[in-house]
C-alpha cells in the first residue's frame, strides 16, 4: 500500500530533479561558452580579418560557418563531442561579432556602451530565467510564432543589405530585440518544462538568443548614444 503511494512521487521527484539537472548544466555551459565568444571576438577585433575580408565574403562565411557548425553540434549533442563543437561555434560567433564590435569601439564611448549591452543582455537573461520559473502557463505555442517573426526579420535584414534604409534598419533592430527576449524564455521554459531534455541544444538555443539580444542592444545603443570625434 505505501510502496503504491510512494511510487508516483518518487518517479515525478526523479523527474524534477532531471530537469534540474538539464538546467543547471545548461547554465554551467552557457557561462562557459562566453571565454570563446570573448576570444572570437578579441582575435577579430585585434586582427581586423573580417574588415579585410570585405562584407560580401563575410557574410557568406557567417551563413556557412554558423549554420554548418550548429549541424555538427546536433549531430554530435549526445556525446562529449557536442561540447567541442559547441565551443568551437561560440568562438566562430565571436569571431563574427569583432566587426561590430570593432566599429563601437570607434565611438568615444566605445567601451562603456559595450559594457552597457552587456548588462542590458544580463538583465534580460535573468527576467527571463525569473519568468520561466514563475509562469506555470505552457509556451509551447509560442515557438510556431516565435520562429515565423525571427525568419521575416532575417529576410528583412538581407534585403536591407541591399537597401541600405535606416528606418529598416532600426525596424529590424527593434523586432529582433523583442523577439529573441520571448525566445529566451520560451527556451528556458522548455528546459524547466522538460521539452528540451538535452542540455547541448539547450544551451545552444539560449546562447542565440543571448546572441542576438546583445548584438540588436548594442547596435541601437551604437546608433543612439554614440559619441563620435
Same mark, same amino acid.
Given at each position: 500500500m505505501n510502496d503504491t503511494l510512494q511510487t508516483p512521487y518518487a518517479y515525478g521527484t526523479a523527474i524534477a530533479a532531471d530537469r534540474q539537472r538539464v538546467l543547471r548544466n545548461t547554465y554551467?555551459?552557457?557561462?562557459? +561558452?562566453?571565454?570563446?565568444?570573448?576570444?572570437?571576438a578579441w582575435v577579430g577585433v585585434s586582427t581586423g580579418i573580417l574588415a579585410k575580408m570585405g562584407f560580401g565574403f563575410s557574410t557568406l562565411l557567417f551563413f556557412v560557418g554558423a549554420f554548418g557548425l550548429m549541424f555538427v553540434i546536433e549531430r554530435t549533442k549526445n556525446s562529449s563531442m557536442g561540447v567541442v563543437a559547441l565551443l568551437g561555434f561560440t568562438f566562430f560567433m565571436g569571431l563574427m561579432l569583432s566587426r561590430l564590435i570593432a566599429q563601437v569601439l570607434g565611438l568615444r564611448n566605445g567601451s562603456s556602451l559595450i559594457m552597457t549591452a552587456f548588462g542590458g543582455t544580463?538583465?534580460?537573461?535573468?527576467?527571463?530565467? +525569473?519568468? +520561466?520559473?514563475?509562469? $506555470?502557463? =505552457?509556451? +509551447?505555442?509560442?515557438? $510556431? #510564432?516565435?520562429?515565423v517573426g525571427a525568419l521575416v526579420v532575417m529576410i528583412a535584414g538581407i534585403v536591407n543589405m541591399f537597401l541600405q534604409s535606416s528606418a529598416l534598419m532600426l525596424t529590424v533592430l527593434v523586432l529582433c530585440l523583442g523577439i529573441f527576449s520571448a525566445f529566451m524564455l520560451y527556451d528556458i521554459k522548455r528546459v524547466v518544462d522538460g521539452g528540451e531534455t538535452n542540455y547541448i541544444s539547450a544551451t545552444l538555443n539560449i546562447y542565440l538568443d543571448l546572441y542576438n539580444v546583445?548584438?540588436?542592444?548594442?547596435?541601437?545603443?551604437?546608433? #543612439?548614444?554614440?559619441?563620435? =570625434?
Open positions: 554551467w555551459l552557457l557561462a562557459l +561558452s562566453l571565454v570563446p565568444t570573448v576570444l572570437g544580463a538583465a534580460i537573461f535573468f527576467a527571463m530565467a +525569473s519568468l +520561466s520559473t514563475i509562469i $506555470k502557463r =505552457d509556451l +509551447s505555442s509560442m515557438g $510556431k #510564432f516565435l520562429f546583445f548584438q540588436s542592444l548594442l547596435s541601437l545603443l551604437g546608433i #543612439f548614444g554614440g559619441e563620435r =570625434d
